[in-house]
């Protein structure tokens, strides 16, 4: 029901509280409206629940707790449309971020649906991090009367696949708790599996739980704002495409700029693009002839029918490879490598680091149809960049840093599929793009705080977007960047602005570590420990620390040279050191976004 339809009602509200109402809605994201809807219930029930809107079903005695643990959007993206889809039900729910529930309230529910991201080898998502501990610890209530399901997001191509979604259902059960549907663990291309789980779920609540509905909340619900997301792209124009590293560098990296200009599409430094990217025609042709296949013969893919060719350029995951294809093209070639590998998980991640959709094809040639093929194939998935620019400085515009994904397997020319993508796109050509939000990456909101910024390669690209916001902001609070990458001469990325912001004063230190610049290899974490007691003297005035970037070894040498630093100058036991920088994280003083 619209808002401007309740006049029309007998509602207590008149017409200029109803457009006040329209207004203050009309900005809001699904996380703020869940959140103003629990607000507006509360103070009902601190009333002694007496004013009802008329005409209104009575408040439920039940409701679900929609809880989100999310490091890059995905989990908060499936929390708020299953949110959506209980309101449209008429189910009493509420929408809550891990980072803002209260763990005493565990022991109130009585029905609770977790959508919780596994980040990096198993660890929790940043916001996850405060209640993953609490129900590990003795703590932890017991249960019994809870009705819960958990829908775990991962990458089937990591060890510790969907591990974080495990542990919470695991541990649930253990207090007690009732699951009224099982665990769904899903891989990077989820819809479909989170659409069932999402059905199954709501149903088993709505089974269990008193009937009702809460008005305002389905008011709300219909009022979010109409914005682009990953379902729905934003159409636009590719502004710039340069290449930033020198002649002589190994790497090919990409200053970026896409054109927002019209499109109500907001962001914050911060954030992240999503790019939706084509395969390359190239790569399609290779495995169409190696298979034998006609790539002019039609499939029906999402009820749509095209052309094979056209599916596996638009559709389908062909840069990467994955246990799922594997294993069926494993039993239509018989391959006993690759039969072998299934049989061992750790094997099987080595196979998949590196390899594409081709370089499996190529281990033993095999007959099959159009159909199997991509019946074996994962779905396409877009992949996220960090924001490389403040919207306050760059108005109209998102700026990206791209590194070209570019290798040698078995003696062939490999190119990742995002970066190939843009690194082929002329100037003025489209792309598909979205936001997504990153509030776990986010500037102090004080900007008299200290920030220090780590960032090899390109994870210098927040930063740049950092830097610009403090510059706009007039922040007085001290910046402190420390960037790294191979030679000084090819490979220093945006030196000219740098240069600029340390003249100015904005930037007020700024470390470099060129590891192929002489005989002995120097990374980020080594300038960390050569300026230990002036790094810990920042922390301890109050200072905000960054990181950005690889996720496999940088982001652990940082962390484990932190709490070396911290250990050292606090006079701290390790453990001791541990705890601090894990309460740094805690506090959101510590903020990462690696990959």
Not at 304 to 309: A, G, V
Not at 412 to 427: N, Y
Request: charged residues 25%; proline residues 3%; glycine residues 6%.
């Amino acid at each position: 029901m619209l808002l401007k339809e309740l006049s029309s009602l007998t509602s207590p509200l008149s017409e200029l509280q109803l457009s006040q109402l329209q207004l203050a809605l009309n900005d809001l994201s699904p996380t703020q409206t869940a959140w103003v809807s629990g607000y507006l219930a509360g103070i009902s029930q601190a009333s002694g629940g007496q004013v009802q809107a008329q005409g209104a079903v009575s408040q439920p005695a039940q409701r679900v707790t929609i809880l989100f643990g999310s490091q890059t959007g995905n989990a908060k993206g499936v929390a708020e449309e299953l949110y959506e889809q209980a309101q449209a039900q008429g189910i009493a729910a509420r929408l809550v971020n891990m980072a803002d529930y209260k763990a005493k309230e565990l022991k109130t529910e009585s029905h609770l649906l977790i959508v919780a991201s596994t980040n990096g080898e198993g660890e929790a998502p940043d916001d996850a991090v405060t209640f993953h501990e609490f129900l590990a610890s003795k703590k932890a209530p017991k249960v019994p009367e809870l009705k819960y399901s958990v829908c775990a997001l991962g990458d089937s191509s990591y060890e510790f696949y969907c591990q974080t979604g495990l542990e919470f259902d695991e541990r649930l059960a253990a207090l007690g708790a009732e699951a009224v549907v099982a665990r769904a663990d899903c891989d990077v291309d989820y819809d479909d599996a989170v659409a069932t789980w999402s059905e199954l779920a709501l149903i088993a609540v709505k089974a269990t739980l008193k009937e009702a509905t809460t008005p305002i909340a389905a008011l709300a619900t219909n009022h979010v704002a109409n914005t682009y997301s990953k379902k729905k792209p934003f159409k636009t124009e590719l502004l710039v495409n340069q290449k930033i590293t020198g002649r002589f560098s190994d790497k090919d990296i990409r200053h970026v700029e896409i054109a927002l200009e019209d499109s109500g599409i907001n962001y914050q430094a911060g954030d992240a693009l999503g790019i939706w990217f084509k395969n390359d025609p190239i790569l399609v042709d290779a495995i169409l002839d190696q298979l034998e296949l006609d790539g002019t013969q039609t499939v029906t893919v999402a009820n749509e029918t095209e052309s094979l060719r056209d599916a596996l350029i638009n559709r389908f995951e062909l840069t990467q490879s994955y246990p799922s294809f594997i294993q069926a093209y494993a039993e239509i070639s018989g391959s006993k490598k690759l039969a072998k590998l299934l049989d061992d998980k750790t094997a099987l991640r080595h196979y998949c680091y590196g390899r594409q959709i081709l370089d499996v094809i190529d281990e033993k040639k095999a007959k099959l149809t159009a159909e199997q093929l991509i019946s074996g194939l994962r779905k396409l998935t877009p992949r996220l960049y960090s924001i490389a620019s403040s919207p306050n400085e760059a108005e109209g515009e998102v700026h990206l840093t791209v590194a070209v994904v570019d290798y040698q397997q078995s003696g062939e020319q490999r190119i990742g599929g995002a970066s190939g993508f843009l690194q082929r796109l002329e100037e003025g050509a489209e792309v598909e793009v979205f936001v997504e939000h990153n509030d776990n990456f986010r500037l102090p909101s004080n900007d008299d705080t200290p920030v220090i910024m780590i960032g090899p390669g390109t994870g210098i690209a927040p930063f740049r977007a950092f830097v610009q916001e403090r510059d706009v902001r007039e922040a007085a609070g001290n910046n402190w960047l420390f960037f790294g990458n191979q030679h000084f001469t090819d490979d220093f990325l945006y030196q000219t602005e740098w240069q600029d912001y340390l003249k100015s004063g904005l930037l007020t230190k700024m470390d470099v570590a060129f590891s192929r610049d002489q005989a002995e290899k120097i990374y980020v974490q080594d300038r960390l420990r050569e300026n230990a007691a002036e790094l810990y003297a920042w922390l301890e005035q109050g200072a905000h620390i960054y990181v950005c970037g690889d996720g496999d070894r940088m982001a652990k040498d940082v962390n484990e040279a932190l709490i070396e630093i911290v250990a050292e100058h606090g006079k701290l036991a390790r453990s001791e050191a541990e705890e601090y920088v894990a309460e740094l994280r805690r506090n959101k003083r510590y903020q990462r976004d690696v990959y």
